[in-house]
């Protein structure tokens, strides 16, 4: 809004309520914001440098004299907007005047009317927009600013090493693919019948809470297309650091792929545990085991019936509510398999039949752990059973950081807009692990974390000696923002 239309507001808007004293409303309220505790965001930014390390993956080919805002400012007000909920780059449009942004990048706010100056939309899109290999900047006449990809996929994993303050024992790396839907004639986006849609498949490499890879793909590729390269790429990036921690990667089906486990064989250290689709086979390999676990649970089921009958003599429905007051009988079992040709050489897969009043339920995993050094019901239960988390991680980066949001045109635009949004993450999981891990947002996802801690309104107050951002005194966050401040002046810089 122009000013000549702000001057012609009303002073103030007065509203007339029955029995009580009339409402007024005015815009005299000064600097007020609803993002306060961006402030938390942007110290353990500035402590872990972790936007600035980002930036570095950039080259800025624009005149310096031309420039109002450099590629860290943009890069910083970019990923902020996606830690405070801003998804899209109008959004930005609003806030280039926003005085807590303002604050958080480093730019000037006035003591009176004088707005703060941030990039606003159109500039934001040339950073997203820029081409991908860096050397075609400097010659491109309309793309100024270029990235390095390779950089960028580094910076990831170079996050979660420093993260540790020591070599841990062992580390487990989650492959899985999602969906990311899309609406428009972005580039390579194809129809995928198993998700119904048109849409893009993204490739994700976790550790824990940790992003370690973020690939975008089409989706009209094999599931494990480029799983063994990110895997490769990954590891070795690790081995750089760690020498000695174990490594077991854990993946579902489609990832259990000859030449995925034939590389995890061939290092030292590396393990893996991936789910196996059944076939005819291996249905007919567990047969002895499924007639165990059909008999024990008709033995438990006829002992409960028994002692039903003894103390209540009950009516013919007694077996059926028999049948609820037991737990299905499940068995586990160490199979030796080999595919007719798919796979290179024989290796271990552990089943689970479970029999109940529903019948018989199997699952396969393979792993190249041995028998000796892990039980098969340990195996599936502790080491393959919890990659569903992994899904939480999915809902963070879809729903809560917009990782779907790729509805640029170019593909690489896309993969860069992924990105944002993964160091966006990063930033968020930062703020979790290092600061509210003895509150009670410790095992909270990252839109619970910015609802309760981030969105806060406050007054802000600008003199010639301070800056003052003035939060409710009824904010029912004061105590998690107290603690998360604490941890915070106790983090080294790593600049």
Not at 79 to 107: C, I, Q, S, W
Not at 298 to 311: A, I, N, P
Request: one cysteine or more; hydrophobic letters at 35%.
């Amino acid at each position: 809004m122009n000013r000549a239309a702000t001057r012609s507001l009303p002073k103030q808007f007065r509203f007339e309520q029955p029995k009580s004293p009339p409402v007024v409303v005015n815009f005299s309220g000064g600097l007020v914001t609803s993002d306060a505790g961006l402030s938390l965001i942007a110290e353990i930014d500035r402590k872990l440098q972790i936007t600035s390390q980002f930036a570095q993956c950039f080259q800025d080919y624009r005149k310096p004299n031309r420039v109002d805002h450099s590629i860290e400012s943009l890069i910083k007000q970019r990923t902020y907007g996606l830690v405070m909920g801003y998804e899209d780059l109008n959004d930005h449009e609003e806030l280039r005047h926003d005085p807590m942004f303002a604050l958080a990048v480093l730019k000037t706010i006035g003591i009176e009317d004088e707005q703060a100056k941030l990039a606003g939309k159109s500039t934001l899109n040339r950073l997203e927009h820029c081409p991908e290999d860096v050397e075609q900047g400097a010659d491109n006449r309309y793309h100024k600013i270029g990235h390095s990809s390779s950089e960028i996929e580094s910076l990831f994993v170079k996050i979660f090493l420093e993260s540790y303050a020591k070599e841990p024992r062992q580390i487990i790396l989650d492959l899985d693919v999602t969906d990311d839907l899309v609406h428009g004639n972005q580039e390579q986006v194809f129809f995928n019948t198993y998700y119904r849609g048109y849409c893009y498949a993204p490739l994700y490499i976790f550790c824990g809470k940790h992003l370690l890879a973020a690939k975008l793909r089409p989706s009209n590729v094999d599931p494990a297309f480029g799983a063994l390269e990110e895997l490769q790429r990954v590891v070795k990036q690790i081995r750089q650091q760690w020498q000695n921690a174990e490594i077991l990667v854990r993946g579902d089906s489609a990832y259990s792929r000859d030449d995925i486990m034939t590389w995890c064989e061939s290092q030292t250290g590396v393990n893996y545990v991936f789910g196996l689709a059944e076939n005819s086979r291996l249905i007919q390999m567990t047969t002895t085991t499924k007639n165990r676990a059909s008999l024990e649970y008709e033995q438990k089921l006829s002992t409960v019936v028994s002692f039903l009958e003894t103390v209540f003599n009950p009516d013919g429905q007694l077996p059926e509510v028999a049948s609820d007051l037991i737990n299905n009988s499940i068995w586990y079992k160490s199979l030796d398999y080999q595919t007719r040709e798919s796979w290179s050489r024989s290796r271990r897969v552990v089943c689970k039949v479970e029999y109940g009043v529903k019948g018989t339920n199997i699952r396969f995993v393979v792993t190249s752990i041995t028998t000796k050094k892990m039980a098969p019901s340990e195996l599936y239960t502790q080491k393959y059973c919890p990659r569903g988390e992994m899904e939480n991680r999915f809902k963070e980066q879809q729903l809560e950081l917009f990782s779907d949001r790729t509805s640029t045109h170019t593909f690489v635009g896309n993969q860069l807009r992924l990105w944002f949004s993964s160091i966006a993450y990063a930033l968020m999981n930062a703020l979790r692990s290092k600061c509210l891990a003895k509150t009670e947002l410790q095992n909270a996802q990252v839109g619970t974390i910015r609802t309760k801690l981030l969105k806060l309104g406050a007054l802000i107050t600008v003199s010639a000696r301070r800056i003052l951002i003035a939060i409710p005194s009824s904010s029912p966050s004061k105590h998690i923002f107290s603690t998360a401040y604490r941890y915070l002046k106790m983090l080294p810089n790593t600049a």
